[in-house]
């Protein structure tokens, strides 16, 4: 008989509960956190092919390295008990747990997870076709229905004056635009995430040269619940994580070597140098949708990185940092 109780990582002995269609994690008196697409990020479950590659020490970067942790806790589980389903949760906020819950409560949270498509909506920030037409008629009007100016009103020494201010602003701007670019060119580049963007494995071979390993991995995409089979190409004792689909780099992920443990290494960031770290330029409409003492989050970075996840940060260190190029797949 299952559990339907956390397992292990956050919200560890926390009770899930079912009541009509909501699934929640009851985390406390009068505190439930609710498990649907608005709070959890990806999740999956943990399948017998998942604890042999545990065993066999295969899985590193979905499950085992960034959901659960230390791969030796997927070989320690064997849903033995038909009805038993063991489902890892990677939340919004960064915090992962892993689930034991019975047919009712996995079959309800499916349902949950499973995303439909919806209509577009504006951007924050921007403006419809519609509101630029009114703002332009507003203009319009205003000046049709402006009084005439008087003429020899507005001295020349004024207009002097008016030179002088664009020109100094001008400079003064252009100086600070230098100053930005110095302090970013100063940030040591760890690796340009930029550089890997939707290419293919051939592309990707000529940049780093071959992989240490090649790993095939199914994957159960959030969005529509299809499961599709990708590639895990492995660089530098698994510092660095290329995800492919259809022989196209989709994420990569970054590991410290505290993480993931091929050696005692600690990624060292400040919050404000960790996108020029990775040889990322934002584009100005970047949005900032995580920023806890866990985890730093940002979405439509730039034309090439569609997403920033920052996580296990402590000390302004970091353990991993996943970018990634089509988020269809996440």
């Known amino acids: 008989m299952a559990k339907n109780k956390v397992i292990a990582g956050d919200y560890l002995n926390c009770s899930v509960l079912k009541i009509s269609e909501l699934i929640s994690i009851n985390s406390g008196f009068k505190k439930i956190l609710e498990l649907n697409q608005n709070t959890v990020e990806n999740y999956e479950l943990i399948t017998e092919e998942h604890r042999k590659s545990a065993i066999s020490g295969v899985s590193r970067g979905l499950v085992g390295g960034v959901l659960l ?6 070989a320690g589980l064997s849903a033995k008990n038909k009805g038993t389903h063991f ?35 504006t951007e924050q920030g ?10 332009k008629n507003n203009i319009d009007n205003n000046l049709y229905n402006a009084p005439p100016k008087k003429k020899g009103c507005f001295p020349v020494g004024c207009w002097t ?17 230098s100053d930005k670019e110095d302090a970013k060119s100063s940030v ?13 494995s051939a592309q990707l071979i000529e940049i780093l040269g071959d ?22 190409y492995i660089y530098e004792k698994n510092k660095y994580e290329f995800i492919l689909f259809d022989d196209v780099v989709v994420r990569l992920n970054v590991y410290s070597g505290q ?26 409409t970047m949005q900032k949708v995580a920023d806890t003492n866990y985890a730093l989050r940002y979405e439509k970075v730039s034309d090439k990185v569609e997403g920033v ?22």
């Not at 040591?188 to 293919?200: E, G, L, W």
């Open 69 to 74: 942790g230390p791969v030796g806790l997927l």
């Open 87 to 121: 489902v890892a949760i990677e939340f919004k906020d960064g915090k992962k747990s892993l689930l034991e819950i019975d047919d009712k409560i996995y079959k309800t949270l499916i349902q949950k997870m499973f995303k439909t498509s919806s209509t577009p909506t």
């Open 126 to 135: 921007s403006f419809s076709p519609v509101d630029i037409n009114i703002g």
């Open 161 to 177: 004056v008016i030179i002088l201010a664009i020109i100094i602003t001008i400079i003064v701007g252009t100086n600070q635009s």
């Open 188 to 200: 040591p580049v760890i690796i340009d995430a930029t550089k890997f963007s939707n290419i293919n």
């Open 211 to 232: 992989p240490e390993s090649v790993e095939d991995f199914k994957w159960s995409m959030p969005k529509n619940n299809q499961s599709i089979v990708g590639k895990l």
């Open 259 to 284: 993480y993931m443990g091929y050696d005692n290494s600690t990624m060292n960031f400040n919050k404000e140098d960790i996108l020029p770290m990775f040889g990322i330029v934002p584009r100005s």
């Open 309 to 330: 996840w920052i996580l296990e940060i402590k000390n302004n260190t970091f353990g991993i940092a996943k970018f990634t190029y089509d988020s269809k797949y996440f």
